[in-house]
């Protein structure tokens, strides 16, 4: 009576196990354990199902050892497994089953004889067959049939308890790449997708590259997009995922530059509990993440040379293990790759792998800088103040030729981003109406960055830094109708305030009404 109350007990515990998806190897190991008390073995083991293989998964007992772990069988060369799965009862080899062409189902592995104790138990839940518990023993005789029975009954508990566990570790899965998509949505400017911002502010001759770009977007090809900070090289990436035939799947990002080197790996391919210190739970990974989907490297320049080698298994074989852990992850992961780093000359320099760069450079695609394609300034500046009073419930806001003509002169060191971080500053202190620019950084005269660095050297004499300060107040004052505060004034053109301009016209000597009248 005390073993049918130790095994109510072990079932109790079994099914806790269930709910833990890292815990699946010692639910497994605990149910055989437990079962011994009742059913007798010199070896038990669970073959879990892939195809039209049995795997070992589980195996106890004196007579497991490492190459029954690693010992499977195809499933076609067993009728009597075959069998029981298919009508769903446990069954006791008799001799006739071992002497036949179907053989030991651990020929080659154990030495075992013809007519020895052994029995199946098919682990299904409803209509799904998950494998089956096979249980050996060395003495030549079978199983009784109560026992074959009541190992039935404790399979069917079994294996709801194993597909429990693997649903918990699918949702666990599911969550862990939602949660990615949500932070993905976090903190965008609209609420338009990525395919329907970049085309609706590309002009006709960024749509070229678009055309192209939506070419390979329908492989699973990587891509690598370069181009300088700012120009648009994670919504191109989403664009591509938009375009794929993976957009039903998660995109995950990873910046390589924005992570410690100790913690990129286990964020790229996670880490099983205690793999090092800090390391108090299963971390998923952000590849296991992407499963199905598309995987943004954002920043890949900036990868260290130990994780290059490991992201190159991944892209040549698709398989890699978890920090601390000895199993291999088998993923379906599209990657892209974006970079302002020069791989090339990364290469060359050694700070890159050559293998890596020609794996990922596949199709590579170069953002231009929008100091090279004005023409889109306009398209983008309209679309985004459109959409920020939409999604705002300010404004509108118009663009007058002065504002814009401001705003193709200057060169845009930061790209989009700068173009559209001031747009919005400008668009938070404007009234509805024409957009006022509230922006030192937009002098009338164009950037040096349009000029670029082979622009022949002036002749001007050099002047004192507060000559240079005099000349550069004058310049404001007169832009600004020699207005110093408000909104238009020259405090604010300058990025000063009011008191600290009107203090600084005090040192040098400048008068407003002076320099108005002149």
């Keep these: ?45 669970v073959m879990e199902l892939h195809e039209q293989r049995l795997e070992v998964r589980v195996a106890r007992g004196v007579l497991a050892n490492a190459a029954v772990r690693a010992h499977s069988i195809d499933l076609r060369r067993f009728p009597t497994i075959q069998r029981a799965l298919d009508t769903r009862q446990p069954i006791a080899l008799q001799e006739h089953h071992h002497a036949s062409e179907e053989g030991d189902t651990y020929a080659g592995v154990l030495d075992l004889q013809d007519g020895h104790s052994c029995m199946i138990v098919p682990l299904h839940a409803g209509d799904l067959p998950l494998g089956v518990m096979s249980f050996d023993r060395r003495r030549c005789e079978p199983y009784d049939p109560k026992l074959v029975r009541l190992a039935g009954v404790y399979g069917q508990v079994v294996a709801l308890a194993l597909l429990l566990a693997h649903q918990t570790r699918m949702l666990e899965r599911q969550r862990a790449r939602l949660d990615e998509g949500n932070r993905l949505l976090r903190g965008r400017l609209t609420q338009t997708t990525a395919t329907q911002r970049i085309e609706r502010t590309a002009s006709p001759g960024f749509r070229h590259l678009l055309a192209i770009t939506r070419q390979v977007a329908a492989t699973d090809a990587p891509v690598l997009i370069g181009g300088e900070t700012g120009t648009g090289k994670e919504l191109l990436a989403e664009a591509i995922h938009a375009w794929s035939g993976r957009a039903g799947e998660s995109l995950v990002a990873v910046n390589c530059a924005a992570l410690p080197e ?109 100091r090279q394609r004005p023409e889109d300034i306009e398209l983008i500046a309209r679309t985004w103040l459109d959409d920020f009073a939409q999604t705002s419930g300010r404004g509108p806001w118009q663009l007058s030729d002065d ?97 600290t301009l009107a203090s600084k016209m005090a040192k040098l000597g400048l008068n407003r009404k002076e320099l108005a009248r002149s």
């Design 1 to 45: 009576m005390s073993e049918f109350v130790d095994f109510a007990a072990e079932l109790e515990a079994i099914t806790r196990l269930a709910a833990k998806p890292e815990a699946i190897e010692d639910l497994l190991a605990r149910a055989l354990d437990a079962l011994e008390t009742l059913v007798p073995y010199d070896l038990a083991a």
């Design 262 to 370: 100790s913690l990129l790996e286990s964020e790229l391919f996670g880490h099983v509990k205690g793999a090092f210190s800090g390391a108090a739970t299963k971390r998923t990974g952000r590849f296991a993440a992407a499963h199905g989907g598309t995987l943004l490297l954002d920043e890949v320049g900036d990868l260290p040379l130990a994780a290059q080698a490991k992201l190159l298994r991944v892209l040549q074989s698709g398989t890699f293990e978890p920090v601390g852990s000895d199993a291999t992850v088998k993923v379906d992961v599209r990657v892209i790759a974006a970079t302002h780093v020069n791989l090339e000359e990364a290469v060359t320099k050694g700070r890159f792998r050559e293998d890596l760069y020609y794996r990922l450079n596949l199709f590579p695609i170069t953002l231009p800088p929008l």
């Design 403 to 499: 504002v814009l003509e401001r705003l193709v002169a200057y060169g845009w060191p930061g790209n989009v981003r700068e173009l559209v971080n001031s747009l919005e500053r400008s668009a938070i202190l404007s009234p509805p109406g024409p957009l006022q620019l509230h922006l030192s950084a937009l002098a009338a005269a164009p950037s040096p960055a349009l000029t670029g660095p082979t622009a022949p050297p002036t002749s001007e004499p050099i002047v004192t830094l507060e000559e240079a300060q005099r000349q550069h107040i004058v310049r404001a004052l007169r832009r600004t109708g020699y207005q110093i505060a408000g909104d238009d004034g020259a405090a604010a053109l300058l990025g000063l305030k009011p008191t």
